[in-house]
């Protein structure tokens, strides 16, 4: 028998064999970040000025050459070779082109769910239930059973949130179907079919740019301006002071002043009989700046949830599929049981949420759209666990973040001016600068050089690995960023 480590290798190699075929797809990493033009480049100046006539452009950053990335390199459009720490805002589990996942491109499950796209709630594949029990429920959280696909991440909450009313009002009917009197009135939006009920988000979240997620979504103004927004109470997330141990008092104080508000505003909601429905929260403010909270934080808040009969939504678009240590960050916290609903997307590669099965909805049509998720993805999110449990990336993940925690906390012992709040948990990793300018300037300086870092909220710097990140690659990280901090 081969050790595991041979066999990793020889999978690998058997992989890389197979996609040898696909001319001009990139099979190695490059050993070293490599930058031969100023990012973005001329080539991509030249093609936002050719997209900008076709589609809307202002967010773009550079254009990349996808054909020639691998591993945990970015190759933009200039042949500048970036060390990625942002994985496309934290989207990709294996870095880019995983030459097991490049080599399903013979899967005939790939090509059919492609060409012809099925629309999952009326017309699934044969083999859809097996796909959706060996990509997604082989990682469920511990209590969710049952999982609903859908596009994305702000499609997961969206209807996240739909199913939490849902099961609302079906229980103040007592696990009755919609009345006629129901029917009729939701068609004008009036009482009683079209209920006065709300969410309860959180200052600093990010849950998304539909409408209904905009309401939940308070990180950045420019999401918000200008677009109507449903009248929704807001509460305060925990702002901690860091280190941890030498703050206990004051974080404390914060967790309790935050649920006793989400406490005082669940019960004056319910007084205006418009009561709250579903709170949602991260197990990190991602977008908003990066903001953790205790496990303590979390225990009171599902207790209020469930005092108040709350559906208890957590949203892991960002954090789940291993990137913080745990397959899912909640999992961390050690709640008495599962949350009723958590979402996801990104590193799970398809949207969609886990549900307690209380919150299963009976009626068609309620929880639909023409696709209801991506079946290719379930393919390759198939194929991905099974690299990540093969290879027990969830673990190195927690180790190597553990590093980049030790190797920011030398810096921030260095440069405490630049550097400091030094937070994470696995590679979901952050710090904190003194302000918006230093923190933009000390990202492009850091592109420059190539390594490309994230920013979120107004003062923070995070990184967003993928689960192949490792040793070599937190050396050079840290080596970059360091030189970029002298430079400020």
């Not at 994985?87 to 589990?93: A, F, G």
């Amino acid at each position: 028998m081969q050790p595991a480590s041979a066999l990793t290798l020889s999978r690998s190699a058997a992989a890389i064999n197979g996609i040898r075929c696909l001319s001009g797809i990139a099979t190695s990493e490059p050993s070293n970040p490599n930058v031969k033009t100023k990012i973005p480049g001329p080539k991509s100046d030249e093609l936002k000025i050719a997209m900008a006539k076709v589609h809307q452009n202002p967010s773009v950053k550079m254009f990349v050459d996808y054909e020639k990335c691998f591993g945990n390199y970015l190759v933009d459009a200039d042949g500048n070779e970036i060390l990625d720490t942002f994985m496309q805002i934290s989207s990709i589990p294996l870095g880019y082109n995983h030459p097991e996942l490049v080599a399903l491109h013979k899967d005939p499950r790939l090509i059919t769910a492609a060409v012809s796209r099925p629309a999952l709630g009326s017309f699934p594949r044969t083999d859809f239930a097996k796909l959706v029990d060996n990509a997604l429920i082989s990682i469920a959280p511990k209590g969710l059973s049952s999982v609903q696909t859908m596009l994305c991440g702000t499609s997961a909450n969206e209807n996240a949130l739909k199913t939490a009313f849902i099961h609302y009002q079906t229980a103040k009917r007592g696990g009755k179907s919609p009345t006629a009197a129901d029917l009729e009135s939701c068609m004008n939006q009036q009482l009683p079919g079209t209920p006065h009920l709300s969410v309860l988000g959180f200052h600093g979240a990010f849950h998304g740019r539909s409408l209904a997620m905009l309401s939940v979504t308070r990180s950045k103004a420019v999401h918000k301006v200008d677009i109507p927004a449903h009248d929704w109470p807001i509460a305060n997330f925990p702002r901690y002071k860091y280190p941890l141990e030498k703050h206990e008092e004051h974080n404390h104080a914060q967790d309790e002043k935050c649920l006793k508000e989400v406490r005082d505003l669940i019960a004056a909601r319910k007084n205006d009989k418009r009561d709250v429905a579903a709170v949602i929260v991260e197990p990190i403010q991602s977008e908003g700046g990066d903001h953790h909270a205790s496990a303590e934080f979390f225990h009171g808040l599902q207790k209020i949830c469930k005092d108040n009969g709350v559906c208890f939504i957590v949203d892991e678009v960002q954090t789940g599929a291993g990137a913080s240590g745990t397959m899912w960050a909640h999992e961390q916290w050690n709640l008495p049981s599962s949350p009723d609903i958590v979402t996801f997307s990104k590193k799970a590669l398809i949207g969609g949420y886990y549900y307690k099965p209380e919150f299963k909805i009976n009626e068609p049509y309620r929880i639909y759209n023409t696709w209801m998720g991506e079946p290719t993805k379930l393919v390759i999110l198939e194929k991905a666990v099974e690299v990540m449990k093969r290879e027990n990336l969830v673990k190195k993940t927690k180790e190597i973040g553990e590093e980049l925690i030790k190797g920011l906390r030398r810096l921030e012992s260095h440069y405490p001016q630049k550097v400091f709040n030094v937070r994470g948990m696995g590679t979901l990793v952050a710090f904190d600068t003194c302000d918006t300018q230093t923190r933009d300037k000390l990202m492009d300086i850091a592109l420059q050089k190539g390594l490309q870092i994230g920013g979120c909220g107004d003062t923070s710097i995070r990184f967003r690995p993928a689960l192949i990140f490792a040793e070599k690659h937190l050396q050079t990280t840290l080596d970059l960023l360091e030189k970029s901090i002298k430079t400020l």
